[in-house]
């Protein structure tokens, strides 16, 4: 093994107590259209590309609607991340501290463009990740996304770590192992290597 490959939400953070505050001062301009989001709806769309979190968060509305919501959740969200950050999973910087010394680290989400650069902004948390993409960016899928962070980067043996069905489908679509986050925020049908804590990454790599 040469490099891990991270997702972000329900892997490395939870970032939804913040994003639930940032999400409902949006939502508060489409009264009649639109219920404010909780917390646990927010943590069921977390892996999902913005089309599909529209579909279903807000199926009773026009795709065009959904879109232009949540374009303007996006960009509050991330201005509020890197304003008040997230909460970190336990012993976070000591255990990507401690794998940074042995293999090369990245961060692969399904996320739009500002939401990682926002986590590494407010925790100063960037010098340990050697890169990261995301489909803002690429438009690509979160496969797909994995795919070009091991072209990109000369990786031959990375593992993937993420906590959700569509990350479990994603390590596969690259042709690596898949490391499943219990601790986070979704179920999988089928893993390589689970933890139940983060620092379990220590003992299994």
Same mark, same amino acid.
């Given at each position: 093994?040469?490099?891990?490959?991270?997702?972000?939400?329900?892997?490395? +953070?939870?970032?939804?107590?913040?994003?639930? /505050?940032? +999400?409902?001062?949006?939502?508060?301009?489409?009264?009649?259209?639109?219920?404010? /989001?909780?917390?646990? $709806?927010?943590?069921?769309?977390?892996?999902?590309?913005?089309? =599909?979190?529209?579909?279903?968060?807000?199926?009773?509305?026009?795709?065009?609607?959904?879109?232009?919501?949540?374009?303007? *959740?996006?960009?509050? =969200? *991330?201005? *509020?991340?890197?304003?008040?950050?997230?909460?970190?999973?336990?012993? @976070? =910087?000591? /255990? %990507?501290?401690? %794998?940074?010394?042995?293999?090369?680290?990245?961060?692969?989400?399904?996320?739009?463009?500002?939401?990682?650069?926002?986590?590494?902004?407010?925790?100063?948390?960037?010098?340990?990740?050697?890169?990261? =993409?995301?489909?803002?960016?690429?438009? @690509?899928?979160?496969?797909?996304?994995?795919? %070009?962070?091991?072209?990109?980067?000369? @990786?031959?043996?990375?593992?993937?770590? #993420?906590?959700?069905?569509?990350?479990?489908?994603?390590?596969?679509?690259?042709?690596?192992?898949?490391?499943?986050?219990?601790?986070?925020?979704?179920? /999988?049908?089928?893993?390589?290597?689970?933890?139940?804590?983060? $620092? #379990?990454?220590?003992?299994?790599?």
């Amino acid at each position: 093994m040469d490099s891990i490959i991270f997702d972000l939400d329900g892997t490395l +953070w939870d970032s939804s107590e913040a994003v639930v /505050v940032g +999400w409902n001062s949006v939502l508060s301009h489409y009264q009649g259209i639109v219920n404010e /989001v909780t917390r646990e $709806d927010l943590q069921g769309i977390m892996g999902l590309q913005v089309y =599909e979190a529209g579909r279903k968060l807000f199926p009773n509305i026009d795709e065009d609607t959904q879109q232009k919501i949540l374009r303007e *959740c996006c960009e509050v =969200e *991330c201005q *509020c991340l890197a304003e008040q950050g997230g909460r970190l999973y336990e012993g @976070l =910087e000591e /255990v %990507l501290k401690a %794998l940074s010394a042995k293999y090369k680290l990245f961060i692969v989400s399904n996320c739009q463009a500002g939401y990682i650069e926002a986590f590494y902004e407010y925790h100063q948390l960037h010098m340990y990740f050697a890169d990261y =993409e995301n489909p803002g960016r690429t438009g @690509l899928s979160k496969g797909e996304n994995i795919r %070009l962070i091991m072209d990109r980067n000369n @990786l031959s043996d990375p593992v993937y770590v #993420g906590d959700t069905e569509g990350d479990m489908k994603a390590a596969g679509f690259a042709g690596i192992p898949f490391v499943y986050a219990g601790y986070g925020f979704g179920k /999988v049908s089928r893993y390589d290597y689970r933890i139940d804590r983060l $620092d #379990g990454l220590l003992g299994l790599f």
